[in-house]
């Protein structure tokens, strides 16, 4: 996590540069009368898994990184009202005390609780690449680039890379292959805010595991959640 914020700080700083050198149009090309907004974006997240069994809680900072481009389409003449689509990549770490094991000659996932246990490690991480679509309404004009906005829409994935770690002591466990995994993922999403800074959440329409996946009879599920920030630029 030490290297995405690092990843962040930097970005932060380019993005932020980037939309107060826009903010000033120039004057001998004119003002651009059809416009776009906002197609390339950068956010971090805090991240969170509700819904999940009695026995499994979170622990420690669980965050995300994610980028990507998203295709900015005005619908009125004004272009402040817009349908975006794009594609981007998203990279989760969850800190939490589910182990995930298997059976050594099925090879079948094993679900339990650490509740009570000590571990130096245990956690998800995920890659995905994503399908952002939204519905796009803003106070932007062709003069500027600070404005109001607000948008909101789904993010339909492919997990394509999911690594369970558990270290303590002397033992490592690392599960790659989770057959109750559900990895085509599809969530909601709602983002607001002004010029550089603006405030982004997520939440997963399905759960992360399958009915398949269970821990002491109660279906595993857990649905991520991630709550964060995101920068955009032209």
């Known amino acids: 996590m030490k290297k995405l914020l690092f990843i962040f700080c930097c970005c932060s700083v380019f993005l932020s540069s980037g939309q107060e050198t826009l903010a000033?149009?120039?004057?001998?090309?004119?003002?651009?009368?059809?416009?776009?907004?906002?197609?390339?974006?950068?956010g971090v997240?805090?991240?969170l898994l509700l819904n999940r069994p009695n026995?499994?809680?979170q622990s420690g900072f669980s965050g995300g990184f994610h980028f990507g481009f998203t295709r900015d389409m005005p619908i009125n003449k004004r272009r402040n009202v817009a349908i975006g689509l794009g594609l981007g990549y998203s990279i989760n770490v969850y800190n939490h005390n589910l182990l995930i094991?298997?059976?050594e000659n099925t090879e079948q996932s094993i679900f339990s609780s650490l509740k009570g246990e000590d571990f130096s490690t245990n956690r998800f991480t995920t890659h995905l690449v994503e399908m952002p679509l939204e519905f796009r309404w803003r106070t932007s004009v062709p003069e500027t680039h600070k404005?109001?906005?607000?948008y909101t829409g789904l993010k339909i994935g492919y997990l394509y890379h999911f690594r369970a770690s558990f270290k303590e002591s002397g033992i490592e466990i690392n599960q790659t292959k989770v057959d109750e995994l559900n990895r085509f993922r599809y969530g909601a999403t709602f983002t607001f805010g002004w010029n550089t800074f603006n405030f982004h959440f997520y939440y997963s329409l399905n759960t992360l595991f399958d009915n398949n996946a269970v821990i002491e009879g109660e279906?595993?599920?857990?649905?991520?959640?991630r709550v964060g920030l995101v920068f955009y630029i032209l």
Do not use: A, C, H
């Open 219 to 225: 279906k595993v599920g857990l649905n991520p959640v």
């Open 147 to 150: 404005f109001y906005r607000i």
């Open 101 to 103: 094991n298997e059976e």
């Open 24 to 42: 000033k149009p120039d004057q001998d090309k004119g003002i651009d009368s059809l416009y776009r907004e906002d197609q390339f974006y950068v």
């Open 45 to 47: 997240t805090y991240n």
């Open 55 to 57: 026995d499994v809680n």
